[in-house]
Every structure is written in C-alpha cells, then in structure tokens.
C-alpha cells in the first residue's frame, strides 16, 4: 500500500519532501510531524549506529535491520539508500529482494565504486556507464512493486554533460526516478529539469554544506523536481544539540540548565504512546479481558 500512495503522490506537482531518517525514533517523530515520506539516508546510519563517516561502511544487512525496525513503527513510504547496492548485479538482485522484504517503498543505486562515499565529498570513483546499466535492470527485473531510483555522481568525476549521458542511459535501463547527485549551479539544475522532467521524476539533495546551492521544497518543485531530501539534516541537528548539552552537563554536572531545551520523562513517554502501549497489554490480560 505504501509503494501506490508514493507513486500516487509523485503525479503531483508539488515536491515531496522528505527528511532523513537512521532509526525507529527519528522516523516515528517524521511521520508524526506531517510528512508524507521519510529517507532511510546511509549515510545518518554510518554516523549514528558506527559513529564513522559515509565511506562504504555500513552493510547491506545493517541497512535493512534497521528498515526492519522502522517499518514496524510507521506506514508512510521509506525511501531506501542502498548504495551501490553492495557488489554487481547479481548482489543487486539480492540487496532490492531483502530490502523490499523488509519494507522498502523505493531503493535508491548509485554508480560508484565500492567502497563509495557521500556524494558531496571529493576524489569519487565511478563504475563504468554500461556496467551501471546492468545492474539498474537487475533491479528493475527483481522488485515486486518498490521504486527503482537510479543515481549518477558524474558530475563531479566526468563533468556535467556526461552525468547527463549517464542518467539518460539509466532511464532508458528502466529506472523510475533519476538523481543526478551534486549539481554545482542553479543553472545545471535547470538543465537536468530540462532534459528529463517530462519523462520520469527527478530528485533533489540538499546537503547543508554541500557543493549544490540550498533551496526550498516549494523553490525546487516550481523548477521541475519531485522529490526533495534533507538526507543528513536530521544527524547534524542532533550532533549540533548534543555538543551544548554534554558542555552543559560536564561543565554544570547537571542538567538543570538545560531543562527548557529538554522533554522531561512524562513528556517522552506521551511522544512514545507509553500508556497507550500499556493500556493495550491490560486488554490481552486474561483477568482483565472478561
């Protein structure tokens, strides 16, 4: 049901937005804010669950534990970072059918070499086009229903011009949505607008810091583009919050200055449904349940 809802939602003009996610909370907040999709961002998984940076570390498996846990939490649709999806096509074939077991509502691939690395760092390395093609039809012949978004980060290694080769050769391999990965310029974006807008949906990055100039859902939507993530904003709000509180707390050896910018523990559990949890318990209790 969540695969149709966003495919649906993409016939829309307006741009969906979506934040980035790396757990069962920060997806269960998203959906609670009002968004109608949330990013499973590969790299928010490095930082949070290894504590390292997005360099190809974390694993096919660990992405999709973690998918797991937030399809369990929510039913809004949950676009999946699956990298290069870890190895050929034949580990395409086996990374798209445990992801969309475990819930994935579109499976992004990207063509870099593996180990890849964020797509708005330096010294990249990309597979060849054809060999990228491949493995594009490896997915698009192995999902049952999940979109295939397929993304190019040419741009950076082989210039511009060819990053647009490469996503018109990954569209007519099947792909249902394009990214073509760090566009420098409001003019480049313009361009990729242009050129496949009236084909298929094309998503948009906006990395805080990143080499492609920050705008708006609404701003990037009026341009052409459908999807807009804010893949790796939801980590560094948090790491920015969590730097003042521990200075706070080492510095004070309490939290007493920081309560205002805290929810207290009553406020957590109604964020988590703690007694509505417990109330759904006391009904399967046989003595309760007569």
């Given at each position: 049901?969540?695969?149709?809802?966003?495919?649906?939602?993409?016939?829309?003009?307006?741009?969906?937005?979506?934040p980035g996610v790396y757990d069962p909370l920060s997806a269960a907040m998203a959906a609670s804010a009002g968004f109608e999709a949330v990013y499973l961002s590969g790299a928010s998984i490095a930082y949070t669950q290894l504590g390292r940076p997005d360099l190809g570390l974390v694993s096919m498996t660990e992405v999709a534990d973690v998918l797991g846990r937030i399809r369990e939490r929510i039913d809004v649709p949950v676009i999946v970072d699956a990298d290069t999806g870890w190895g050929n096509a034949l580990n395409v074939e086996r990374s798209v059918k445990v992801l969309e077991r475990a819930g994935a509502s579109a499976i992004q691939l990207e063509d870099q070499t593996f180990p890849k690395r964020c797509?708005?760092?330096?010294?990249?390395?990309?597979?060849?086009?054809?060999?990228?093609?491949?493995k594009i039809r490896a997915a698009v012949a192995t999902r049952?229903?999940?979109?295939?978004?397929?993304?190019?980060?040419?741009?950076?290694?082989?210039?511009?011009?060819?990053?647009?080769?490469?996503?018109?050769?990954y569209a007519n391999a099947g792909a249902d949505v394009l990214f073509v990965e760090a566009p420098e310029s409001r003019a480049q974006m313009a361009e990729i607008v242009a050129r496949f807008a009236h084909r298929l949906p094309l998503l948009a990055n906006m990395v805080e810091g990143g080499r492609t100039p920050l705008s708006s859902a609404a701003?990037?939507?009026?341009?052409?583009?459908?999807?807009?993530?804010f893949p790796g904003g939801t980590v560094r709000?948090?790491?920015?919050?969590?730097?003042?509180?521990?200075?706070?707390?080492?510095?004070?050896?309490?939290?007493?200055?920081?309560?205002?910018r805290m929810l207290d523990l009553r406020g957590l559990n109604d964020l988590?449904?703690?007694?509505?949890i417990l109330a759904r318990g006391r009904g399967y209790d046989t003595e309760h349940g007569r």
């Open positions: 049901m969540h695969v149709s809802r966003l495919r649906s939602r993409l016939r829309s003009e307006a741009a969906l937005l979506c797509g708005h760092l330096q010294d990249k390395a990309l597979i060849p086009a054809p060999e990228m093609v491949g049952q229903e999940a979109l295939i978004i397929a993304r190019t980060d040419a741009i950076a290694v082989e210039g511009f011009t060819a990053a647009l080769d490469r996503a018109e050769a701003d990037l939507g009026a341009l052409g583009f459908r999807i807009v993530i709000a948090l790491t920015h919050m969590l730097q003042s509180y521990f200075a706070t707390l080492h510095k004070d050896g309490t939290t007493a200055a920081y309560r205002d988590l449904g703690t007694e509505a």
